[in-house]
Structures are given as structure tokens and as C-alpha cells.
């Protein structure tokens, strides 16, 4: 039995489990120092869809891990401010119904936060998508419609969290370590890749609708449907929140 | 070998699932289910159709299009939920939680309440069955099925792996044109059933034939790789239509309610086609029209003549005035007739001719949004 492909491939396997945890921070030069003792920070319903990803490659949703691990994230997120000078303001779920008007507010920050991620922060799995005709520093803003909410909630500033995380099944990792395997044996490599968490976050002004904190976090360790990782994770998505 | 592949597919991806049960009306899936992860998404997807500015979001027209649900599938009723999009195409569309998606092209496509109906019965058909969920099932069997192929036979001998996601691939398609097969059979069993006259099924699709013979391109786009040929649905409802027409059903086809729930919308459905900038496809949906008296001469005349105008290739512009011509010759002349024959006979160097449009465009639309342009336009034409 040959020996040679059983060391490059234990520790390509090795390298691959470690896994590694990732973050940029971006924020406006032109902002103002957010002053964490007079924020009012609203903290918006989690965007967060967590999915099983199979051995093919396919992602399936799911629901339960989804509940689970938004209702950890939000009282992470929650004890993270509560523990700030600022203070937290609880988002009502019927802001974001569809007969209401902050929904759209919401979607333009959904496509505001994509922009960011794919554009300027790394995008999915560190994939950053360079526009070359756009060549600006980090400038965004959701309006000065804003500030309804602002009126509304009392809050002067909002942050939003989105989150995508999958989960490998046990036939997906038997298929990592058998590509592993087959790769060493016979130089026939096929990129088999485990769950990943992309997740980003923004904290907007409310009465400019400046984004002036924004964070994309990506890694392959940690999970959301148990407390202690999640609070781990939520550390990671929040990194440099100026409050 | 390549049975020895197709089997080890069919046995990984194919044969091992048995067929949904119907969903049960008022159920929601279990939390841990793979299903309530899509019914999830979709939650948001109709949060996002609901509040999206495609949406042509008409109490009256829902009520309607719900009407006639109820109507069909009075089991599903409370628990289908239509929005109707800007899409001048001809489709629908149904999410498994239950939102059902109509684009507006069909409402100019589909002639009566029991040629819609039965477009409408074929997405109950997909809801009824829970199609979404078990094709989602397939396509993660069969490309688990196609990782472990590769993974086994790929080193060795790479064809291997390519005649495998072949077969996989074409296993998919065939079970997505057996879902619509059968969505197709529920459709129209559910029309006969409501008492309309089942052998209207057949005349939609001999329309969209139509249009797919007219525009060299439409078989081309992606609906017929999943669907079957319109040619062949046409057949097979007809036949089916037979076996279900019962006497009292007969030339039931609910064509004065249809046309009632939609005629204020015709005009903007045509300018929205005209956009599309297929013109042979749109000629033969002014000809059906025509054919059914529900747009008049006029009206049809000025759209052929927007189909030219558009296309613009050569003697397309002499075309399109003589369509506008006949188009203000009827009784109550659409005054975009006049706005865009002075449109093409200013770009023809017709100056006086075109003044003289323009003029008339605002004599009968003197409160119109561009009128500001239009005399601009005038003053130019006047030098």
C-alpha cells in the first residue's frame, strides 16, 4: 500500500478542519464619533437563515435551527449592548410586516448591506466582486427617510443583522474526507467544501441614514444552535461596533 | 457500464422515494422538516412579492383571480394566497406555502374564467401534490448520488463521471415534466369538475403554439426544457377534455366575467407586451384578441402600429403611420395614436404632417403628463 499520499492528505484534512474565522470592518472617513453614551440603538428583526448542506452541495433550510439560533444571536446581541453605555431598544416583529411602511426601509438596507458585501467587503467566502468603475470610499446611506423610524421608535441609531450559516451532514463530511482521500491517492482533486457562515452587519445613523459601521464576517467554525458558540459568533459579527 | 451507472443512480436518487401525500389543507410542516426550511423562504419571498413595486396590487382583481380559486378548490381556498406581477409573459407561478404567483401576460393570453381557471387548477395541481418539496428531495439525492460517482469513478475514469450527471440531469427534467403533466391532468379534472367546459384547456395551448411558431426565438427560452411542448399539451387536453366534457358543461366558459375582471387592464397589458419587443409573438396576441372581439379594430391597429414603430427596421416607419392612420379612425380615437404618428413622421422629416399630429394628440388629451414635450415638439416643427 503506498504510503506517499497519506501525509498530504492528513494534513490537508488537518488544515481543513481548523477552520478560520474572518472580518472586515469598513467605516465612512467623513463620520461623525458616534457618541455610545447618547445612542438609542434598535436593534432590527435578524435576518438569519441557517440551512443543512448535503452531500452534493445542496442547501435545504431549516426552520427549527433558523428559531434557534436567532433567538440566541438576539439575546447575544442584546447583552452586548445592554453591557455598552448605549441603550437598547426592543424592535416590535410588526415593523417589518408587510403593511408596514418601515418594510421597505428594511428591503433598501437588504439591498444596501448586499451592495457593500459583494462590492467592497470580500462578498461570499471572501469572493469580492470588484466594480471598476466605482471608485469611491465607504459612502452609503439609506436616506433621510430614516427618520421615521427614528420617530417612531424613539432610537437614533438601527442595527441590522444578517446572517446565512450552513451545516454539513455526516454523508457531506464522509464525501470531504473521501475527495481528500481520493485526491492523494490519485491526483484526482474535487473541491469539496463544509458549511460556512457569511454574515454581515451595519449600524445606521437615524437621522442621516449614514451607514457609519459596517462588518462582513466569514468563517467555518462555530455553532449558531448552541449559546456559547453563538455568543462567540455575535462577537465576531459585531467586531469595532463604536459602541 | 452505462447501465450499471444509470442503475446505481436511479437506486441512490430515483426509485427509493415514494410520492407526497396531497398536503393537507390548514397543516403547517413539521419545524424540523426539510419542508417547513422551504416554506421559511418562501415566507420572506412573499413578504417581498407583496410589497414589491412590480406588483399590480388591485383589491378587485384578487378578488377575482381568489374567487375563481375558491371556485375550483374550495378545499385550498383560505389557505392559496394571488398576487398578481407586471410580467408580460405567459406564466404562473406556486410557492408550497401556498402563494400563487399570476403574471399579467397571462391575462391577455387566456380568453375566459375557464381557460384561466384551468392555468389557475394546474398550480393548485403543484400545491395540491407538494411538487416544489419533492423535486427539492430529488435534486439532493441525485447530486449526492453524482458527488459519490464522481468521487468513485472520476479518478479513474473521468467520462464516467460526466455520463453520470447526464443521466442525473435528465432524470431531473423528466420528473419536473411529469409534475407538470400532472398538474396539467389536475387542472383541467378541476375545471370539468367546477362545470366549465373542459375543451377550453386546449385552446390556450393552441395559442401559445401560435406564438412559439411565430417567434423563432420563444423555444428556445428555458420554460420548454422543463415543460412539455406546447404542441403536446394541446393534444393531450384535448383528449382529455373528452373524456370529461359532461353535457351541462358544455360552452360554459365564463368568458362575459373573465372579460369584466379584466378589460380595464387590457390597454396597459398591451402597451406592457409591445416593451417585450418580440414583435411577431405580439402580433399573433393582437390577433387572438381580435379574433375574440375584445379589442377593437382600432385599438389593434394602433398597437401594430407601436410594433412597428419599435422594431424600427427599414419601412417599419411608413408601416406604423399607416396603422396609426386607421387607428384615429374609429369613434373614440386613443390619443397616443396621434402623440406617436407625430412621433414617426417627425423622425421621417414630415414636418407639417407632424405638427398637425402632435396638435390633435393635444386636443384630445389636453391634460396629458408629457404635454410639456408634445409642445415643445410643436413650437420645434412651427420654425
Known sequence: MPQSWLLPSLLILAFAASGCTMTKVLKPETAGTVDPARAKVLLLPLDVELSELAGGGTLTPRADWTTTAREHLEKAIGTRIANSKASHVAADPALLSAESRHLQLFKLHEAIGESIYQHQAGGPNGQLQVIPTLKFGFDWTLGESVRALKEETGANYALFVHVRDSYATAGRKVAMVGSLLVCGATGFCMPIGTGVRNAFASLVDLNTGQVVWFNRSYSETGDLREADPATKAMKAMLEGLPL | ?383
Open chain 2, 1 to 383: 457500464m452505462k447501465w450499471r451507472l444509470c442503475a446505481a443512480i436511479l437506486l441512490m436518487a430515483g426509485c427509493q422515494s415514494a410520492p407526497l401525500a396531497d398536503i393537507t389543507p390548514g397543516d403547517a410542516p413539521a419545524l424540523e422538516s426539510d419542508e417547513a426550511g422551504w416554506w421559511m423562504t418562501w415566507e420572506k419571498a412573499e413578504q417581498e412579492i407583496a410589497t414589491s413595486g412590480n406588483r399590480i396590487a388591485d383589491p378587485e382583481l384578487d378578488a377575482y383571480l381568489k374567487g375563481v380559486i375558491c371556485k375550483i378548490a374550495a378545499e385550498y381556498c383560505s389557505a392559496l394566497r394571488v398576487y398578481v406581477m407586471r410580467q408580460p409573459d405567459f406564466n404562473a407561478q406556486m410557492a408550497p406555502n401556498g402563494m400563487m404567483i399570476v403574471w399579467s401576460g397571462l391575462l391577455i393570453r387566456v380568453q375566459n374564467e375557464a381557460q384561466l381557471a384551468a392555468v389557475l387548477g394546474h398550480e393548485i395541481g403543484h400545491y395540491q401534490r407538494r411538487h416544489t418539496l419533492s423535486i427539492m428531495r430529488k435534486l439532493r439525492k441525485t447530486t449526492t448520488a453524482l458527488t459519490a460517482i464522481a468521487l468513485m469513478t472520476g479518478g479513474v475514469v473521468p467520462a464516467a463521471a460526466d455520463a453520470a450527471i447526464l443521466v442525473g440531469m435528465g432524470t431531473l427534467l423528466h420528473h419536473n415534466r411529469e409534475q407538470e403533466a400532472e398538474a396539467d391532468t389536475i387542472g383541467i379534472e378541476r375545471i370539468a369538475a367546477a362545470g366549465y367546459d373542459p375543451r377550453e384547456v386546449a385552446e390556450i395551448w393552441a395559442g401559445i403554439a401560435r406564438e412559439a411558431k411565430a417567434d423563432k426565438q420563444f423555444s428556445t427560452l428555458g420554460f420548454f426544457a422543463t415543460h412539455p411542448a406546447p404542441e403536446t399539451r394541446l393534444r393531450d387536453m384535448a383528449a382529455q377534455a373528452q373524456k370529461l366534457l359532461a353535457p351541462q358543461n358544455e360552452r360554459n366558459t365564463g368568458a362575459a366575467q373573465f372579460d369584466a375582471a379584466v378589460v380595464s387592464y387590457r390597454m396597459m397589458l398591451l402597451n406592457d407586451e409591445i416593451t417585450m419587443r418580440k414583435h411577431e409573438r405580439s402580433n399573433v396576441v393582437i390577433d387572438r384578441l381580435l379574433e375574440e372581439e375584445t379589442i377593437s379594430l382600432e385599438a389593434a391597429a394602433f398597437f401594430r402600429g407601436e410594433l412597428y414603430r419599435v422594431r424600427g427596421e427599414k419601412g417599419d416607419d411608413l408601416r406604423a403611420v399607416a396603422q396609426y392612420r386607421e387607428a384615429v379612425t374609429g369613434a373614440e380615437p386613443p390619443p397616443q395614436a396621434y402623440r406617436n404618428l407625430g412621433l414617426v413622421l417627425r423622425r421621417l422629416g414630415e414636418k407639417a404632417l407632424a405638427r398637425e399630429a402632435f396638435q390633435n394628440y393635444v386636443e384630445h388629451a389636453p391634460d396629458a403628463t408629457d404635454r410639456a414635450m408634445v409642445d415643445t415638439y410643436v413650437q420645434e416643427l412651427t420654425q
